[in-house]
Structure formats: C-alpha cells, structure tokens
C-alpha cells in the first residue's frame, strides 16, 4: 500500500531536548515536504526537500533542520525544541515532475513542548 | 498571498449534493486546481485536480469555469463521513512548486 509514515504519532517533551520525527515514504517520490498545523493559521509549510541532499526551506524554517540521505526518508530535527513548536506535523510526498500530481500526507504527528 | 477565496463554512443535508465552491480570479494558464479534505486531525486527503476540464472520480466531481476563474467541487451524495474541511489549490506545474494551503471550507453534513 502507497503511504507516508510518520513516527512518533504523539510526543510530550521538555524544553531544550532534542528530539527527530521520522518519515519515510514508499512510493519513490523525489519530492517531500514538512508541513505544521496551528488553529487559525492552517498548514505552514516548515521545509521541503527536491531530492536526495537538496532541501530548501518553506514558510515557518526557524527553529527546524532537516536531512535527505536516502530518497525515503526525511526526518525534521527539533535541535532546541520551545513550546511554540508545540503543534500537529504533516509530512508529505509526491512523485515531483512536472504536471498535475497529488501530494500524499503522513497521519501526522502531535508534538507538545512543555 | 492566498490565491484561492472559499466560504469558510457550509452545511449540507445527508444524503443530498454537496457543492463547495472556490474562486481563483488569478489563475495562470498552466496553474492546476486542487482539491482536498481534512478530517479532524488526520492528514489531508487528496479529492480531485483538473486543469481545465471537468473531471469526475470515485469521490467527486470537479468542475471549472471556461474561463477558470472558479471552480466547484461536488459531493454527490454527502455522508456524515464526508463532514470535513475541505481546501481548494491552485498550483502551477513545475518541478518544486509547493502546495499553499488557506483555511478552507468547513463542511458540515447534517443527519
């Protein structure tokens, strides 16, 4: 079955503790992307990711590092997480080239900082 | 800056047609519309895309104006299940563009 998976699905942490949400797609994309969601302020997208070794950064980067080793996998790095991170993370992939596509999302992942 | 303009909320009875509506008065020539719906928390879900054509699938059916300005995304037959928000998209074709989401359409499916 074609999907994203993201894990942890839920995570509690503290202030400072770094920590890395995973996401891994099956489908061979080239292009993924990191999207998190606020009430009132929809889905903002935090990175994206063109290739293996090429990222650029979205809307809302600070705060954010992510890597692109493998064409599968790009997980987001939280070096310093604060509680204004506290939010809903999407991951999302689609195949990239050019012309109409759709762009696949993860389950998501809920992350507090206290 | 927001290129598409949806009505935050609708109601629609079980049952009956839903018809989200979504303006994009300025639409490139080789800019897509998308559709898709989120469900409480989940991840959105991808409806239907066209770019100038109808076009119908298994979900829903899609249709854009002549001179693709606005769009309409229809339900036909809504369920409770189908109670969600639903974001209408405009991207163009090329390699790297991003997917912008707004706010969306709340839709309600009422018993």
């Known amino acids: 079955e074609a999907q994203v998976t993201q894990n942890p699905r839920y995570l509690i942490t503290v202030t400072g503790k770094k920590l890395t949400v995973t996401c891994s797609q099956n489908?061979?994309?080239?292009?993924m992307s990191w999207y998190r969601q606020d009430p009132g302020l929809g889905l903002r997208q935090i990175y994206y990711?063109?290739?293996?070794?090429?990222?650029d950064k979205g809307d809302v980067p600070e705060g954010y590092k992510v890597s692109r080793k493998e064409k599968r996998n790009f997980p987001l790095i939280l070096e310093s997480p604060s509680p204004n991170q506290t939010s809903l993370y999407f991951c999302?992939?689609?195949?990239?080239?050019?012309?109409?596509?759709?762009?696949?999302f993860g389950p998501g992942t809920r992350l507090t900082v206290l | 800056d927001a290129k598409t303009t949806q009505p935050t909320s609708m109601d629609c009875a079980e049952g009956r047609a839903a018809n989200l509506p979504c303006n994009h008065s300025?639409?490139?020539?080789?800019?897509?519309v998308y559709w898709y719906r989120q469900i409480h928390s989940q991840g959105p879900q991808y409806i239907i895309h066209?770019?100038?054509n109808n076009e119908t699938n298994e979900m829903a059916s899609l249709i854009i104006t002549e001179d693709r300005k606005s769009s309409t995304l229809i339900l036909p037959h809504a369920t409770l299940r189908d109670t969600a928000v639903y974001y209408c998209?405009?991207?163009?074709?090329?390699?790297?563009?991003?997917?912008?989401f707004g706010p969306g359409t709340r839709l309600s499916v009422l018993p």
């Open positions: 998209i405009v991207r163009g074709p090329f390699y790297g563009q991003n997917f912008v």
């Open positions: 990711s063109m290739n293996v070794e090429v990222t």
């Open positions: 066209g770019l100038k």
């Open positions: 489908m061979n994309h080239e292009y």
């Open positions: 300025t639409i490139s020539g080789n800019e897509y």
């Open positions: 999302a992939s689609h195949i990239g080239i050019p012309a109409g596509n759709e762009q696949f």
